[in-house]
């Protein structure tokens, strides 16, 4: 084949695997024999991935042996341009909801599929439109793409077009909702740096529990007085629904500071992190106890006592189902053949290891996913629900921790040792987790059904009247004005410095899943259990909650997007 022909066509190289006895063998070979006064030539690296090329452009229209370039063929050079590349990504996607519409046309009972009325075809469009407004937000200006995920659901939900009526389907909405708060949770847990979190474990309770507690107890304060008629009992359920942060607005975004090099410096990340599930376990926990105390529901007892059941179990849980995913399935090297482990490596016994590592990460993710789930959605159906989140974030920390800690051991101890791609660029113990980019995956494709539907929760005849609206801002800064206070002294001594101590304030704000959660529930249990002032009461709960979702949930995202570089200290700096 003639160069320009190799200059058009893909090239692809792949480099010869090789093994090294040791690690001074390995890296001798690498830096060549200095003994000899000279370079020698670096050998290829074993388990190096093909490298591919792709050249759209040649000096002439015809390549040496007559036959027609790439250049001469018009019409696929014109394709691979921007904007041609570009329309067919769009009309991919359409072709996509259009095939998924039909299939749903063609095999739903079509009364589901009514437009408006269906309720599977109001879920549909739910997804579709979320999806689509969080990239547009996104791209348009920056934004937090849950932004314009819950601006398409308040849309739908107030032009009739979200109508969700067959028990089946809400009950589907319910569980996906869970599915996507249980992947956050779980990706959180497994971006939490151990050495940091010990470090940080004073400064861990003290953020998740002060800052919780001040302000639901400003909230209650607040709403006594502002609210008319509004109990005392009524003001601490209303502070807790409020003081409750939202993991699924926080982690994502740390995350991306975190895969940006900000905030590790420090440890803010996991410091934030874990405390966010901690914090969200108190406001669950009381909100349960306040809740039975106003409907009189059970033995009060138990109900006080619900909250540190809730932590005892959830620490529990967590703890034996991470360790137990360390060993089970067992590691990829386990099955890793014989004549690989003498340094003999074959091509067949580099593809049986690949198949190994693509086979442990997949069951690693689905036990670690289910059980996780199962923790969630298992605690509420108990009657624990503060134990489901905690357990999820615990097993996922230590079986993420104890899967890196065996591969560092495993790098170290080993006589032979097989270079991959990965290990070159940042060395074994800084490769990220595989199991993270499949939770990475399904988050992508969870958050537009969580985000939307807390944003269908927002009905425009609940804001009817100015007086509730603005009372229920007041409220709600003077909950926020004591959390910040509080926020920064409880942090103070853990070697943060100002401008970190100012980002965590605003890490802090956001509130959205906890909220959308709890509030129809107050508001159900007093049409079925309460008076008519029960019901004024939880009407103004659940009004002052959407109201807390609609300020913090875009102000806390886009805080953290565009104050995080600015505040926290970069990794390499």
């Not at 547009?136 to 932004?147: K, R, S």
């Not at 482990?341 to 036990?367: C, H, I, M, P």
């Amino acid at each position: 084949m003639s160069n320009n022909e190799e200059h058009i066509c893909f090239n692809e190289y792949d480099s010869q695997k090789s093994t090294y006895g040791s690690f001074f063998t390995r890296s001798r070979e690498m830096r060549g024999d200095e003994n000899n006064g000279g370079t020698a030539a670096q050998p290829p690296l074993a388990g190096l991935q093909p490298l591919k090329r792709y050249n759209a452009a040649t000096n002439s229209a015809y390549a040496a042996d007559g036959r027609p370039s790439m250049r001469s063929s018009s019409l696929l050079a014109r394709s691979d341009h921007r904007w041609p590349a570009t329309a067919a990504d769009a009309i991919a996607v359409l072709l996509s909801v259009a095939v998924a519409w039909c299939l749903l046309r063609v095999n739903v009972t079509p009364s589901l599929m009514a437009v408006p009325g269906g309720s599977v075809a109001s879920m549909f469009m739910l997804y579709v439109a979320g999806l689509a407004a969080g990239h547009a937000v996104d791209a348009a200006g920056g934004l937090p793409p849950l932004l314009g995920m819950m601006l398409a659901g308040i849309a739908l939900q107030n032009f009739g077009l979200y109508t969700v009526t067959a028990p089946w389907c809400v009950h589907l909405v319910a569980i996906m909702r869970e599915a996507a708060l249980s992947v956050i949770l779980i990706k959180g847990g497994l971006e939490m740096n151990a050495a940091q979190l010990r470090r940080l474990s004073g400064a861990v309770t003290r953020l998740a529990l002060l800052p919780c507690v001040a302000e639901a107890a400003a909230a209650a304060v607040a709403a006594h007085y502002i609210l008319p008629n509004f109990s005392w009992e009524w003001g601490l359920m209303l502070g807790f629904v409020l003081s409750a942060v939202s993991p699924a607005v926080l982690v994502p975004n740390l995350l991306r500071l975190k895969h940006m090099g900000y905030g590790e410096k420090n440890g803010v990340n996991t410091l934030v992190i874990a405390a966010s599930s901690l914090d969200d376990i108190v406001s669950i926990s009381a909100f349960g106890v306040l809740s039975g105390i106003v409907f009189s529901t059970g033995d009060l007892t138990s109900k006080i006592v619900q909250g540190p059941e809730d932590v005892c179990i959830g620490t529990a849980l967590g703890l034996v189902w991470g360790f137990l995913l360390i060993f089970v399935p067992p590691a990829p090297w386990a099955n890793v053949s014989y004549t690989t482990r003498k340094g003999s490596l074959q091509n067949n016994d580099q593809n049986r290891e690949k198949q190994a590592e693509k086979s442990v990460t997949a069951k690693r993710a689905f036990l670690l996913g289910s059980g996780g789930f199962l923790a969630v959605t298992g605690s509420q159906w108990y009657g624990y629900p503060g134990a489901g989140p905690l357990a999820c974030i615990i097993s996922s920390f230590v079986a993420g921790t104890g899967w890196k800690w065996r591969e560092e051991k495993q790098n170290c101890n080993r006589s032979t040792i097989v270079l991959s791609h990965d290990d070159v660029q940042d060395g074994a113990h800084n490769k990220s987790n595989p199991v993270e980019a499949v939770f990475e995956c399904i988050w992508f494709g969870l958050q537009p059904i969580l985000f939307a539907s807390i944003g269908t929760e927002v009905k425009f005849e609940l804001l009817k009247g100015g007086d509730i609206v603005i009372a229920g801002l007041l409220v709600l800064v003077c909950g926020l004005i004591v959390r910040l206070i509080v926020t920064s002294c409880a942090v103070w001594g853990a070697g943060l410095n100002f401008k970190e101590v100012i980002f965590i304030n605003i890490a802090w704000l956001p509130k959205a899943t906890v909220q959308a959660a709890l509030a129809p529930v107050a508001l159900e249990m007093a049409r079925m259990m309460g008076t008519d002032e029960d019901m004024e009461s939880a009407s103004r709960l659940l009004t002052i909650s959407v109201i807390s979702i609609l300020v913090t949930a875009p102000i806390g995202a886009f805080g953290i997007q565009w104050f995080g570089p600015r505040l926290l200290s970069h990794s390499d700096r």
